[in-house]
């Protein structure tokens, strides 16, 4: 079973940069995977951040392109550079991971989640 741990949210002011990792635990991890980043906002559906595969493929949200990057250290540690952050990326930011094929922006793909870490841009 997997568990995933997220940690570097904080309070940034606008123009600033954060990175969040991800962590990823247990006793089997996936031969193929996908490894997401969502976000949700108070009021709002959650909607994807930026994913990578097992093949080391990138996808972005439309509101992130150019400005978040996600990578990978290690086995199973997961980040994700935030620059030029704005009020608008205001969120809870959550990872989340799933094995097999065809990564896509669609929660209900994924089957292991994050806590969640907090993310203030003022």
């Known amino acids: 079973q997997v568990q995933l741990v997220e940690s570097g949210g904080g309070s940034v002011q606008a123009g600033g940069s954060l990175t969040l990792s991800c962590v990823a635990s247990?006793?089997?991890?996936?031969?193929?995977?996908?490894m997401g980043w969502f976000r949700q906002a108070p009021g709002k559906e959650r909607e994807g951040v930026a994913s990578?595969?097992?093949?080391?493929?990138t996808q972005y949200g439309d509101s992130v392109k150019g400005r978040f990057t996600i990578s990978k250290s290690g086995k199973n540690t997961f980040h994700l550079q935030m620059n030029t952050l704005q009020p608008e990326d205001t969120a809870m930011y959550y990872c989340?991971?799933?094995?097999?094929?065809?990564?896509?922006?669609?929660?209900?793909?994924?089957?292991?989640w994050g806590q969640g870490t907090q993310v203030t841009v003022s």
């Open positions: 247990g006793s089997t991890w996936y031969t193929r995977y996908c």
């Open positions: 989340a991971a799933r094995g097999g094929y065809n990564c896509r922006f669609v929660p209900t793909d994924f089957a292991v």
């Open positions: 990578v595969d097992s093949d080391g493929i």
